[in-house]
């Protein structure tokens, strides 16, 4: 097969036979490689494959070899080469095979090792300090400073402990970004978020080349084959775009058979909500009776955000107009006040003598002298975690007279509710937005102002709720007008 010829810029020259990229260097250099490799090269000059980026149908593969070749041309042909050329070939990338292992036994006169290039923890805490700056508090540590992080530094959570370990595994942190296992371990991520993980990884490090961080110029980006282990990314415009099916273009809501459109903004029927308010107003609980009952109904009568009911203080409600102001939000991991999910406004709207009125009034008469609308006993702030010990489950430890420590656990009142039958099934409390919003709106479908309002208050669009809400299922019962 006729070898593949380019124009070359150096006498270390790239060509390509039977599909794969190599280098051939000049005869001048046939006594540095016959002491490397150990044998004699009998008159012909050296040829180096260069691994996995070497295929010549790639113009990537193409750039990357004629650098390579120019910096092995470089520190060869320099007057000081025993100090930069690395016999190990690990500063071009290519130490993977056989002279990878020449550090051990090989020193040439003069020769330094070169410089280590930085850690993936070094690159990523580097891209956390950008980061920061960047996202919101929350998804910062929510999502980068604790999920991703967590991933790079080989932390697992023990659920019996309710703590994190170290992996058994050597963690990403401690890996070379040219560390020819890194790509191996990068395959044994095991995450629900892997695909979000490897863009974020991809952009730290692109993040760290332009901020001229890295040591070596010629280092490669390590990510650039993560395609092959992460499903691609849905973003929410692919996710409702029209799809062929059966050669006809349909719009996502005619799709009746994919499993994500049927679960899609579920929402409990009116007699489930009746049902869940009741219990928690009854359970024996009086953190759940008097402090979560409220305002589990709120949610389920304002289809308000979580984060946004915990924010609220009697200030943004106003018993004259009857309306309600949500303008901020509270941060779950930081407890901080923030704005909306939107940096919209909302006003919400109720009547007089309504179920939300009542509830506002009794609430305000019980209040203790706290500024928030929804307090605990002791008049702070309700937070995420106590909501959901309510609502879901939650579990306490306790040291036996033997010595041994004993889980309990306790079901939250909807997870009950769903194992005892007398409800359909569970739901996070998030769905109490999606509760209110489709009952209100089949209680509205043939009244577009009515619509627009509960979007504009709920922070939606009608075109939202035309397709996501109205089309969630026919037999919803109709919230009392």
């Not at 961080?213 to 691609?232: G, K, N, S």
């Not at 009697?314 to 018993?319: A, G, L, P, Q, T």
């Amino acid at each position: 097969m006729r070898a593949d010829k380019r124009p070359q810029p150096c006498d270390v020259t790239v060509y390509s036979d039977k599909g794969s990229l190599a280098l051939r260097f000049p005869k001048r250099h046939n006594p540095l490689w016959e002491q490397l490799d150990g044998k004699s090269l009998n008159g012909k000059p050296k040829c180096l494959g260069i691994g996995k980026y070497g295929y010549k149908d790639n113009p990537e593969d193409w750039k990357r070899a004629t650098q390579l070749a120019i910096a092995l041309e470089v520190d060869l042909d320099h007057p000081e080469w025993e100090k930069l050329f690395d016999p190990t070939l690990a500063k071009y990338g290519l130490g993977g095979g056989k002279y990878a292992k020449l550090a051990d036994v090989l020193q040439l006169p003069g020769a330094k090792q070169p410089e280590p290039e930085i850690t993936v923890g070094e690159m990523w805490e580097a891209y956390l300090e950008w980061k920061k700056t960047v996202v919101e508090e929350t998804t910062f540590r929510a999502t980068y400073e604790r999920k991703f992080s967590n991933i790079i530094y080989g932390k697992l959570w023990d659920k019996q402990a309710r703590t994190y370990k170290g992996a058994d595994n050597r963690p990403l942190s401690e890996f070379s970004l040219n560390d020819k296992q890194l790509n191996g371990e990068l395959g044994k991520i095991k995450s629900h978020a892997k695909s979000l993980f490897f863009r974020e990884i991809k952009r730290a490090f692109d993040f760290s080349k332009t901020k001229g961080l890295l040591r070596h110029e010629i280092t490669t980006d390590p990510f650039v084959d993560l395609e092959e282990y992460a499903t691609p990314h849905q973003t929410t415009q692919d996710k409702y775009s029209p799809k062929m099916v059966n050669g006809e273009l349909k719009e996502w809501y005619e799709i009746q058979d994919e499993k994500e459109l049927e679960n899609d903004r579920r929402a409990f029927t009116k007699e489930e909500r009746d049902t869940i308010i009741q219990a928690f107003y009854e359970s024996e609980s009086l953190t759940a009776s008097e402090c979560i009952a409220p305002l589990v109904q709120f949610y389920f009568l304002t289809g308000c955000r979580t984060s946004e009911a915990f924010a609220l203080t009697w200030n943004d409600i106003d018993f004259e107009r009857r309306v309600i102001r949500f303008s901020k939000s509270l941060g779950a991991s930081t407890r901080k006040v923030k704005e909306t999910k939107t940096g919209e406004i909302r006003l919400f709207y109720f009547k007089a003598k309504s179920s939300l009125e009542e509830l506002l009034l009794a609430i305000k008469q019980k209040s203790i002298d706290s500024k928030l609308v929804f307090a605990n006993s002791k008049g702070g702030g309700i937070t995420a975690s106590l909501l959901k010990n309510h609502w879901l489950y939650h579990t306490s430890k306790r040291i036996l007279a033997d010595g041994t420590t004993k889980t309990y656990y306790y079901p939250g009142i909807v997870r009950q509710l769903a194992d005892e039958g007398k409800i359909s099934g569970y739901l996070p409390q998030y769905h109490t937005r999606h509760t209110y919003i489709t009952l209100a709106a089949h209680a509205n479908k043939h009244d577009n102002n009515a619509l627009l309002y509960i979007a504009t208050s709920c922070g939606n669009s009608v075109d939202v709720i035309l397709k996501h809400y109205l089309g969630v299922t026919e037999n919803t019962q109709i919230i009392e007008a």
